[in-house]
């Protein structure tokens, strides 16, 4: 028999915490061992029990839930607690596990602890485009964090990962393949140069042609120069003029 697994709250609304371990309660495969109002316990909290699953509200005053993910080191599962439908799924295309709006229904809760117990990405976007202005939730560097797509200037692959560019940082490796990014940049942004390499050409300083037909792409801030095979010239020559 497998272990409970151990799970936290966090959520500010006292109402909604104490509704939800009402509900949890009925649930021997799920472990309660603590809650948060905010931000700053639940990092406190995350440190000391090292949950297996995260009940997590998205709007907290003074800081989100996304903030705390981004602040912290988490390998939880995560199940994101919300009032707002839309903003949800903007939110995910992601390796959360689940979402629940408010107020927590006691059916939908049951299919979220299916899920959960079974392991399956319940909300997948396969085949939906996400904003410019949207993130995305995936492991990086061994750790569960949220990336602008604003802020992502390339993606090289690397076998079934992917090693990205985001923000001033150099290379992070992400549980993405380059075709699973494909699948959801937007395209207006989001060039494939050649069939390992995905830059977003808000990044793109200069394209330089060279001989073979082939050329070399500079992306801001990144030392290293990409190739753009011949291929994929003519997709980029669409969207930006050099």
């Known amino acids: 028999m497998m272990h409970p697994l151990k799970s936290i709250i966090v959520d500010d609304e006292w109402l909604v915490r104490e509704e939800l371990k009402t509900l949890l309660a009925e649930y021997p495969e799920i472990e309660l061992v603590g809650e ?3 931000v700053p316990q639940a990092i406190d909290l995350v440190d000391r029990v090292q949950p297996d699953v995260i009940f997590l509200d998205i709007q907290m005053p003074g800081a989100t839930g996304f903030d705390l993910l981004e602040q912290t080191d988490i390998t939880s599962k995560i199940i994101f607690i919300t009032a707002y439908d839309q903003y949800a799924l903007k939110a995910f295309e992601v390796n959360a596990l689940d979402y629940l709006l408010k107020p927590i229904q006691k059916d939908r809760l049951a299919k979220t602890i299916e899920r959960l117990l079974s392991d399956e990405k319940s909300i997948s976007r396969a085949g939906q485009k996400l904003g410019y202005d949207d993130v995305v ?16 200037r390339c993606i090289i692959a690397e076998g079934n990962y992917s090693y990205i560019y985001y923000k001033d940082r150099s290379k992070d490796l992400v549980t993405k393949t380059l075709q699973e ?8 942004y989001f060039v494939r140069i050649h069939r390992s ?10 394209v330089k042609k060279c001989r073979n037909y082939t050329h070399l792409v500079y992306v801001r801030g990144i030392d290293e120069l990409f190739v753009m095979s011949r291929r994929y010239a003519a997709r980029l020559r669409k969207t930006m003029t050099w």
Not at 181 to 188: A, F, H, K, V
């Open 36 to 38: 948060a109002a905010n």
């Open 137 to 152: 939730y995936v492991l990086v560097n061994g750790s569960l964090k949220f990336i602008k797509l604003s802020l992502l």
């Open 181 to 188: 990014w494909e699948e959801i940049l937007p395209d207006d």
């Open 197 to 206: 390499t995905i830059v977003n050409f808000e990044y793109v300083d200069q």
